[in-house]
């Protein structure tokens, strides 16, 4: 099994920066891409950062500018910088990883979620 231990989230006014932190742990080959989703109330889930293995990025166009993925192979671990935050962007941000397991097979796993309020 592999989990997903986030850490990070908390309360912050609107033009501040939060980093979030993401491990991953259990019984894996790799870690093909890691990210980051968020999730406000009445809202889906959404994406806002991706990272893969080689180091390529993708960022939702609303958090583009002001936050960078990053990651290190070596400790499985994912970091979310994020800065001049707004109200909006409350919501919980969970971690996810695409794994490729023992098995030789591919699984998604999700963190139990942090949550990042941006308030004054």
């Known amino acids: 099994q592999v989990q997903l231990v986030e850490s990070g989230g908390g309360l912050v006014q609107p033009g501040g920066s939060l980093r979030l932190f993401c491990a991953a742990f259990g019984s894996l080959l790799r870690i093909n891409a890691m990210g980051w989703y968020r999730q406000a109330p009445g809202k889906q889930r959404e994406l806002v950062a991706r990272i893969i293995s080689g180091g390529s990025a993708d960022y939702a166009d609303s958090v583009k500018g002001r936050v960078t993925i990053s990651r290190d192979n070596a400790q499985n671990t994912v970091y979310l910088q994020m800065n001049s935050l707004k109200p909006e962007d409350t919501a919980v941000y969970y971690c996810?990883?695409?794994?490729?397991?023992?098995?030789?097979?591919?699984?998604?796993?999700w963190g139990q979620g942090t949550q990042v309020t941006v308030s004054s």
């Open positions: 996810n990883a695409n794994v490729r397991r023992m098995s030789g097979y591919d699984y998604a796993y």
